[in-house]
């Protein structure tokens, strides 16, 4: 099992660890703009998986600080 972060979400080096994404350059390689060009597919694939693991990633400490800061924001509303 990958190590996780403390809000459940791979870090990029994580990111490097997975072969699907591994073969293809990691986290740097599928963030370059010419991939939607080359593979649009695995470009939209790669940006829906982040996009998924973001809205499903537990609160952390961090998310209470920017409550703090910024004012009353209601549990599950950062992002």
Known sequence: ALPISDSD????EDIRKIEAFSKHGGYE????P??????????????????DSYKQAREHR???IL???LGEIPKGKMG
């Open 34 to 51: 010419e991939l939607l060009d080359e593979n649009p597919a695995l470009c939209r694939g790669f940006w829906g998986w982040c996009r």
């Open 67 to 69: 409550r703090r800061v």
């Open 9 to 12: 979400l791979l870090t990029f």
């Open 29 to 32: 390689g599928l963030c370059r």
């Open 62 to 64: 961090g998310h209470e």
